[in-house]
Structure formats: C-alpha cells, structure tokens
C-alpha cells in the first residue's frame, strides 16, 4: 500500500503563490497517475489537477487553470503542485491521490490511495 505525505501548505496572502509537494513511498510511483483534489469547510472534495504516469499529460480544474501547475519527479517519487496568484476561494485542505490507472483524471472515483492533507489559507 503506498502512502502519500503532502507538505507546504501555509498562509499566505491574496495573489501570493505556494508550492505543495507530495512524497510517495514504494517502487511503483512511476506506473501510476496522480492528482490533486482540495475540500473547503462545508463544501465536497474538488478536483484540482492530475498528471499522468510520464507527466506527459496534465488537466486542471477550470478555477485554477492558468494559476496552477502540475508535475512529477519519478526519480524522487514525487508529484508538486505549483500555486501562482491564490485567491481566498483557494482556501481547502489540499490532498494528492494515486490513481488507479496510469493516466489523472478529474473522477475521484478513479483514486485510490490518498494522503491526509495539508492545510492552505489565502487571506490577508
């Protein structure tokens, strides 16, 4: 079973940006596609982006394209998520998740194996 650890979530102010990581354990990172998904108080869990296995093909959530990017480190079983002019919508747990398959997708259906968050706040 592999396991997720997400780091670099924080406070920061509107139009600020952050970087999230996310390590994996085990030798078959590589095979599998991942992705990002956030859920705000009271609100469901959203996807936000997802890279596929070789990192040669990445989707985003409408709200976040052209501010966020997806990629991956095979070498160092990581996937980072790139936040560029955050917004206070953007406050959530932020989670990555393995898929099932080797391509992301947005279903979060198609994850299985999550990791347990890391808390982003966009507020002045």
């Known amino acids: 079973q592999v396991q997720l650890v997400e780091s670099g979530g924080g406070l920061v102010q509107p139009g600020g940006s952050l970087k999230l990581s996310c390590a994996a354990s085990?030798?078959?990172?590589?095979?599998?596609?991942m992705g990002w998904f956030r859920q705000a108080p009271g609100k469901e869990r959203e996807f936000v982006a997802a890279?596929?296995?070789?990192?040669?093909?990445?989707s985003y959530a409408d709200s976040v394209k052209g501010r966020f990017t997806i990629s991956r480190d095979n070498a160092k079983n990581t996937v980072t998520l790139q936040m560029n002019n955050l917004k206070p919508e953007d406050t959530a747990g932020y989670f990555c998740?393995?898929?099932?398959?080797?391509?992301?997708?947005?279903?979060?259906?198609?994850?299985?194996?999550w990791g347990q968050g890391t808390q982003v706040t966009v507020s002045s």
């Open positions: 998740a393995r898929n099932r398959g080797s391509y992301g997708s947005s279903g979060e259906g198609e994850y299985v194996s």
């Open positions: 085990g030798r078959t990172f590589s095979r599998y596609g």
């Open positions: 890279i596929s296995w070789s990192g040669g093909g990445t």
